[in-house]
């Protein structure tokens, strides 16, 4: 089974600070994704990483994936209070299609 | 486009009873999962269903739970009888393309006393 591992489990960050949330994984994928959850709200998807290098960016925030490391990053640039939230990141298993494995998820509180 | 809708939003119920969650999916979604979330165990796959054909069911806890999709647009996820651990919030999600991501609805918050 794919294990995910999500460091740190809870963030609080003062704003306009820079911070990184990692991701790591057990298995060999070819697939991530990161989410964000709001306190009682659904999960909204942020970024799909489909190859290894790969590094996506919206707004403050920015995600690569390294898939040799097996090992994901969410980076925050100049945080702000909007963005807390809990993030999740979730792994498919090469060729497997469909088994989202999700990590933990990080808590990120950001004080203004 | 109205996203996954899932009914009912709260369900508060007694231990043996019976309860029937709603899931409609993404309009053209070929994938529909359920998942259930607890602060213990985080985020768990129950089952997952393609062209409304079960795929994978294995992460479904015990036989007191079933799930169904009989047509494109619906999908149910059974619980009976309940039991207070089944207490959790249950989200549907639906999704397209092999490499697209999961939509998620806005969960349904199951209570058992």
């Known amino acids: 089974e794919l294990k995910v591992e999500q460091n740190p489990l809870f963030l609080s960050m003062q704003e306009g600070k820079n911070y990184t949330i990692y991701c790591n994984y057990s298995t060999t994928s070819d697939r991530l994704y990161w989410y964000r959850q709001d306190p009682g709200k659904s999960l909204e998807s942020l970024f799909v990483l489909l190859s290894n290098g790969a590094v996506k960016q919206e707004g403050r925030l920015m995600a690569s994936l390294d898939t040799k490391a097996r090992l994901s990053t969410l980076h925050i640039t100049a945080a702000v209070h909007d963005l807390s939230a809990t993030y999740f990141c979730?792994?498919?298993?090469?060729?497997?299609?469909?088994?989202?494995?999700f990590g933990t998820g990080t808590s990120l509180t950001v004080i203004p | 486009d109205a996203g996954v809708i899932q009914s009912p939003r709260h369900e508060v119920t007694e231990m043996g009873q019976e309860v029937t969650l709603r899931c409609k999916p993404i309009?053209?979604?070929?994938?529909l999962f359920w998942y259930r979330q607890t602060m213990m165990r985080g985020l768990e796959l129950l089952i997952y269903f393609n062209n409304n054909v079960p795929i994978d069911d294995s992460g479904m806890p015990e036989d007191r739970f079933s799930a169904k999709m009989p047509n494109a647009s619906f999908s149910t996820l059974k619980i009976q009888p309940s039991e207070p651990r089944d207490s959790a919030v249950y989200f549907c999600?639906?999704?397209?393309?092999?490499?697209?991501?999961?939509?998620f609805g806005n969960g349904t918050r199951l209570t058992v006393t």
């Open positions: 999600a639906s999704k397209d393309s092999v490499a697209s991501p999961l939509h």
């Open positions: 979730a792994v498919v298993l090469k060729n497997t299609g469909n088994q989202f494995y």
């Open positions: 309009s053209g979604h070929d994938y």
